[in-house]
């Protein structure tokens, strides 16, 4: 699927409220008159294992327009599990709904779901789509005026339209499997309420230049409703499209422009709420967003052992690197890689913008990836394009189909071959795309990687969350490269150097990576489970998993992680033979009284029993009227001092504009050096010049650079 530019990622609904189903059954009888047995009917303790049975009990409004839902147990590979729609007494016409070619590989169910008319016995597909599935999933399926729905754990997961068949009941089937049970089967009639519109005054707004987020309380469904599914979205009567959780932002905006916007409720029965609307005033372009996350090219860093504190920002960045993987004189390195920047506030309201997918919350493991970004339903606005240390660029520049950045990137995307390119000529494949209800669904990775020498390196990913197709998450299963060895006992022959293992859960983490060429490389990882909660005002947005250790498995030594409680903010990281860095956070309150947490302190102790230095990173109290900061800098134990300044203007804010090295008293300048920047043809801003001052002794430097960064003067 795509992203919109409201971020509107494919993921559950609210769950369904008080609504009353007018008959259950717990699917181990489907016996006596409530029941039309069709065929050989077998259960056992555990559910319904096979055959078909069609509803005798009236629908109590009188209708055919109803949803059926049961919950599967899904063990082994087999079977189908079916839900009928209008079925007559000898189930020889009727809609289905099935839930074939269940297949089970480990942690990863992988389904297909086939919805169909049958006349008279007379077969007619009306759609079928790849799905995701588990042990105990609730199937649902909703005739509505023509529309069938169809819902696995309140994910809207496919359907289709048809009229031709006017009447009939519920019913239910299974193919026979030792592979699974139909363990519950409920009966309800549609729900024709109308939802409560999104309640005006929960609405809060944080806009930016170019982009406003937007959150609001959850809208009712009323006390016998069947609950929200969705919010559709309209931009100045313009359809965004839909969102699954009551936020979403848009990032294609101008500057100092009014937009309204409107909101609908819509209910698992496809009622629609009417419109609550509002309006958002972008700010001017001066207006900044002090957030950075990742390590930039062009930007500004201080720290060691993995960290790199933003000193424009504040952000920490702390990556773990894993694994090379190898080609002829050519390596692509896998970083595990954390950002601290997990959180916003605005005045009273708290944004949270850490995700999980996979490795715990605030941490990736990826080379890269590119992430589309709309306008409207159809229209593509731009590209973000992240780097493995989750570094983010704007490619706005469309040529051609070929997207590149104003930013400080030189990378490429080409949509035609869905290739993002580097100046060196090596070029990535960005063949797989997360989808269903991953965190980052719409983002492509890359599958294949390649130099300028035709070296090649092959990833691949799991199957996502409900997706029902393999290369659809963040989640690395496999990566090849040219030191792969054949994997035995798999047809079709397939080769590989590591192998990544997840957990069973509904979200699935890494528990560990192997290597299968005899070299060292090798982890283990370990998770908790933690509520989180704001760190401006404690407000709770769930739970969540945090990393916890990373174990070599050759060395079987442990570097250990830990948090700000309920916040997911790391605070310490503790190595194998006892020393460890750790930071203190503060929040810092810019212009427009938004608050954004940063690296004030930072400890370290270098071995057990030695004394633990602080390394105190102060802030320029001005600051506070401004959008981003103007300087930064580190404080060490001995006194001496680094000092940054930085541009604060629309045109370049975060540019390293000078950089100090000082002495133990503070003051005493020892190396200085000025920058002066400059764009090329396309606007890309680099340094242009750089004058070092040391020990009295002063020079400069200049270059000019093409569009695709090479010096040519």
């Known amino acids: 699927m795509k992203k919109l530019a409201v971020l509107l990622l494919l993921g559950c609904g609210a769950m369904p409220g008080a609504y009353q189903y007018y008959y259950s059954d717990s699917a181990y009888g489907f016996s006596g008159a409530n029941w039309t047995q069709i065929g050989n009917v077998t259960t056992d303790a555990n559910g319904l294992t096979g055959g078909d049975v069609v509803s005798t009990v009236a629908v109590p409004d009188g209708t055919s327009e109803y949803e059926v839902r049961s919950t599967l147990r899904i063990w082994f590979s087999g079977g189908s599990y079916t839900q009928y729609l209008r079925a007559n007494a000898a189930l020889t016409t009727y809609y289905s709904v099935s839930l074939a070619s269940v297949t089970v590989s480990g942690p ?221 004189g050519w390596s692509v390195p896998f970083l595990l890689s954390y950002n601290s920047q997990l959180w916003r506030q605005e005045t009273t309201q708290t944004w949270k913008l850490g995700q999980d997918v996979g490795y715990g919350f605030g941490w990736r493991l990826m080379a890269g990836s590119v992430m589309p970004v709309y306008s409207s339903y159809w229209s593509l606005h731009h590209y973000v394009f992240t780097d493995a240390t989750g570094a983010e660029y704007r490619l706005e520049v469309n040529t051609n189909g070929v997207w590149t950045s104003r930013e400080g990137t030189y990378v490429s995307y080409d949509t035609n071959l869905r290739r993002v390119y580097f100046t060196d000529g090596t070029f990535w494949e960005m063949g797989a795309q997360s989808a269903g209800v991953e965190d980052d669904a719409g983002t492509r990775y890359p599958t294949l990687m390649q130099d300028a020498n035709g070296n090649q390196v092959l990833v691949r990913y799991k199957t996502g969350i409900y997706a029902g197709w393999g290369d659809s998450s963040a989640r690395i299963d496999e990566i090849e490269d040219v030191r792969a060895v054949q994997v035995p006992f798999v047809s079709p022959v397939r080769y590989r150097t590591y192998a990544f293992t997840y957990t069973a859960d509904t979200l699935p983490h890494l528990t560990s990576y192997t290597n299968y060429i005899g070299t060292a490389e090798g982890s283990t990882y370990t998770y908790s489970s933690s509520s989180l909660a704001s760190p401006f005002n404690g407000a709770g947005f769930g739970t969540t998993s945090l990393l916890q250790t990373m174990t070599n498995t050759g060395l079987n030594v442990s570097t250990n992680f830990e948090y700000a409680t309920g916040a997911g903010e790391l605070t310490k990281v503790t190595y194998p033979y006892g020393g460890y860095q750790r930071w203190q956070y503060g929040t810092f309150t810019y212009t427009g009284s938004r608050g954004l947490r940063e690296v004030q302190n930072r400890y370290l102790l270098k071995a057990v029993g030695a004394a633990e230095t602080t390394y105190q990173m102060p802030r320029a109290s001005g600051d506070s009227g401004l959008s981003v900061h103007s300087a930064g800098t580190v404080q060490d134990p001995t006194g001496a001092r680094k000092d940054w300044t930085f541009r604060t203007d629309a045109s370049g804010p975060g540019q390293v504009l000078t950089y100090k090295e000082k002495d133990t008293d503070g003051a005493t300048v020892r190396r200085q050096q000025d920058f002066t920047w400059t764009a090329d043809a396309t606007g890309r801003a680099y340094v242009g010049s750089v004058v070092a001052a040391m020990d009295g002794v002063q020079s400069k430097s200049e270059q000019t650079l093409d569009v695709y960064g090479n010096v040519t003067e």
């Not at 089937?173 to 009966?187: A, D, K, N």
């Not at 509002?278 to 060691?304: C, E, I, M």
């Not at 052992?305 to 000193?311: A, K, N």
Request: overall charge neutral; proline content about 4%.
């Open 108 to 328: 990863v169910c992988t389904a297909t779901l086939n919805v169909n008319k049958v006349v008279s016995g007379v077969y007619t597909l009306l759609s079928s789509s790849a799905v995701g599935c588990r042990d105990g999933m609730s199937m649902r399926s909703v005739y509505y005026a023509g529309f069938i729905l169809v819902y696995i754990d309140n994910l809207y997961v496919g359907g289709g339209y048809d009229t031709s068949i006017t009447s009939g009941q519920p019913g239910v089937g299974m193919q026979p499997s030792e592979g699974g049970r139909m363990t519950s089967v409920s009966l309800g009639v549609l729900d024709r309420t109308v939802p409560s519109p999104v309640n005006a005054q929960s609405i809060a707004v944080s806009s930016f230049a170019t982009r406003a987020d937007v959150q609001w309380a959850g809208a009712s469904d009323g006390a016998n409703g069947i609950g929200i599914f969705q919010y559709r979205v309209f931009r100045d009567s313009v359809y965004l499209g839909e969102r699954f959780t009551p936020a979403f932002t848009d990032e294609t905006l101008s500057p100092n422009t009014t937009y309204t916007y409107s909101i609908y409720a819509t209910d698992f029965h496809f009622n629609q709420s009417n419109p609550t609307t509002f309006t958002v005033t972008t700010t001017p372009a001066s207006t900044l967003d002090a957030r950075r996350v990742g390590v930039r090219g062009a930007g500004a860093y201080w720290g060691g052992l993995g960290e790199q504190i933003d000193m424009a920002s504040g952000n920490l960045n702390y990556s773990v690197p894993l694994l090379k993987a190898m080609g002829r």
